[in-house]
């Protein structure tokens, strides 16, 4: 392989490397605009990340991160919850983001409302188990999130 062939794969692996990147921008930016501009009242607070992953405060107790996976070029979205004080994050879905924008092959990262509504289905355990513990009277667990949660 010679040095021009080299710089033709490098140049396309940059290209797809930059459009995943995009997209990944392009669903965050609907996600946040869903959640705000939702008058649904979800009792999420956005929050600041310095990487790349979106963060949103849930009854001021919990955490939802959403981020893509480790490694170069992953097209997996994660969605975990935590407690606020950072201690046991679990996996509670995943989504996969194409290089087109498509959310699970059907749901364009452009359209805020479809984003939310998708976003909202992947984390519906958390406020089934939530709303299960309040409805008892009961403490919530971190395993009871993780159980509810089909990854």
């Not at 070029?73 to 924008?101: C, F, P, Q, W």
Request: hydrophobic share 35%; aromatic share 10%; net charge negative.
């Amino acid at each position: 392989m010679n040095i021009w062939e080299l710089s033709e794969k490098a140049e396309y692996i940059a290209d797809k490397h930059q459009r995943l990147l995009t997209q990944w921008q392009h669903y965050c930016n609907s996600l946040i605009q869903g959640i705000t501009l939702s008058k649904a009242k979800l009792h999420h607070a956005v929050g600041c990340n310095p990487d790349d992953s979106l963060r949103f405060f849930l009854f001021d107790h919990f955490v939802i991160h959403v981020r893509l996976a480790e490694g170069f070029n992953s097209h997996t979205i994660e969605y975990y919850v935590e407690k606020r004080n950072g201690e046991d994050r679990v996996l509670i879905a995943k989504a996969m983001l194409d290089d087109e924008g498509r959310v699970d092959n059907s749901i364009s990262n452009r359209n805020r409302e479809s984003v939310l509504e998708h976003y909202l289905e992947k984390i519906h355990p958390v406020y089934e188990s939530l709303y299960s513990a309040v409805n008892t009277d009961t403490p919530v667990s971190m395993g009871q999130l993780q159980q509810s949660a089909q990854v």
